[in-house]
DNA sequence: TGGAAACCGGACCAAAATGGTACTGTTTTC
DNA sequence: GAAAACAGTACCATTTTGGTCCGGTTTCCA
């Protein structure tokens, strides 16, 4: 389905839920309650989104998370690759060399070229846009062009 | 990762042999061979491209495959899809509603936004393209035009 | 008329990834 | 020192994926 993993996409709830509040350190059970998550769902997300440097933890009594940088300065492609890791829609187009019909199957040149191309878009979608709810389209006006497909 | 398929790593290299050959309908172990790949796989593969109307498919001695469609005709969107179906990075951003959380996560519309971005990249990549990304013809010295029974 | 080539449609299974949870430790505040 | 809250990790159930196989059907050719 060409999907990004379910985790990812709470990840995004979790994320704008917090962009929400930028003052405050908010706790994982407060989290999960605006995000309507179960807890321990979260608080994976938030050490694996702290990993990345996505949010700032604090320990301790009236510890929390908090973003670690402005919301404009987050991407949609800092979320999805803390959750899976580096872009590329291949594995061929991640490291060459792990395929031994790399030589001659020849499509891994296409293969890394759209996975540049949704890099781009990945990019240009910030965390500010999408609390704004109402994002423009990301890099290009792309709107479906046909929908017609047999 | 946000990857794609194996399968539908494959099912691009298999689509790019037949388009070598525009002329000639070939076997499912002539794909195999020249692709590289198990035949089960590419056997399995066919029938998804052909369910997909990507392949036309003849039935018999001397029968085959055959591109349905001219290489300029035919998208990696349509690949992918015939493999993983309808195009969107989240489960929520195909069929809303599916979601009770929909309501106030208010990220499906961004997702959306970046799905349909994609979809339209996918879309601006043919196969004609991808056959010229090759870096050469690979094995196609071996003239075995047509009905190589041998 | 018979056999062989080749596709068709499934079922089937093993392996891996995913989603989700639980437990124990460590840090900080009061 | 007790409680709150994160850190790390380990674990398991479920699903998805990858890959294979089999019987059936169609077509061509001798
Ligand atoms: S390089 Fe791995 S399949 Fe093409
Ligand atoms: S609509 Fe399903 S998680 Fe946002």
Redesign the interface.
């Known amino acids: 389905?060409?999907?990004?993993s379910?985790l990812t996409?709470y990840a995004?709830?979790v994320m704008?839920v917090i962009a929400t509040h930028p003052a405050d350190v908010l706790s994982t059970a407060q989290i999960a309650d605006e995000?309507?998550?179960e807890l321990p769902t979260v608080s994976k997300l938030l050490k694996l989104l702290g990993h990345a440097g996505l949010v700032e933890s604090f320990r301790g009594v009236n510890g929390g998370y908090r973003l670690a940088r402005p919301a404009e300065a987050i991407s949609?492609a800092d979320i999805?690759e803390a959750l899976?890791?580096?872009?590329?829609?291949?594995?061929?187009s991640?490291a060459q060399g792990h395929c031994?019909?790399h030589a001659?199957?020849?499509?891994s040149?296409?293969?890394q070229?759209?996975s540049g191309?949704?890099d781009g878009?990945?990019r240009g979608?910030t965390l500010a846009?999408?609390?704004a709810?109402?994002?423009?389209?990301?890099?290009?006006g792309?709107?479906?062009?046909?929908q017609a497909?047999?």
């Open positions: 389905m060409l999907r990004v379910r996409d995004t709830v704008t995000a309507r998550l949609l999805v899976e890791g580096p872009i590329g829609l291949t594995e061929c991640i031994d019909r001659q199957c020849g499509v040149g296409s293969w070229s759209v191309a949704i878009v990945l979608m846009q999408m609390l709810g109402r994002p423009a389209a990301p890099a290009k792309a709107a479906n062009p046909a497909n047999a």
